[in-house]
């Protein structure tokens, strides 16, 4: 059992190391590679929409603000879950994810100001850290639930 539950915690953290290091590297892209990047998703879902006849026009701006939040959703979980590898006692160590996750946020927005074409945005951190909030709090509320029965 001990094993198994060392295992789980090396698995976890890895896993939410590795999608940080994802989030820095995308943080890296050029302008242009990025802005291609949201075209491709822009042109999936407005050929989508299309298809099904909705009259609705998908704006790249609102892409890109769904996937800063998305992205840092997921990091939310990961961390939510790999806090619960852990300890049960989830909210005596929430700062520390919380921690991680607005410094995740600050850093990510901090090297787009060294990216040709991108900026860091102070609010990209609030949507970063929202988006992050959300993933931890779901998680968080999931365990919660999973206790009491």
């Known amino acids: 059992m001990k094993d198994k539950t060392s295992r789980r915690k090396q698995v976890m953290t890895a896993a939410s190391i590795i999608y940080i290091i994802i989030i820095f590297l995308n943080s890296i892209q050029t302008g242009s590679a990025s802005s291609k990047q949201s075209g491709s998703i822009v042109m ?45 006692r989830i909210f005596a160590y929430i700062f520390t994810q919380l921690f991680i996750g607005l410094s995740v946020a600050v850093t990510d927005e901090f090297i787009q100001l ?15 850290f929202t988006g992050f909030l959300t993933g931890l709090g779901i998680t968080i509320i999931l365990y919660i639930i999973k206790l009491r029965k």
């Open 44 to 88: 999936i879902l407005q050929g989508l929409l299309d298809s099904m006849g909705l009259n609705v026009t998908v704006s790249s701006f609102i892409v890109r603000k769904t996937a800063h939040f998305i992205e840092f959703a997921v990091l939310g979980v990961l961390l939510g879950v790999t806090l619960r590898t852990y300890t049960i």
């Open 114 to 128: 060294f990216c040709v074409g991108r900026a860091g945005m102070v609010q990209d951190i609030v949507l970063d």
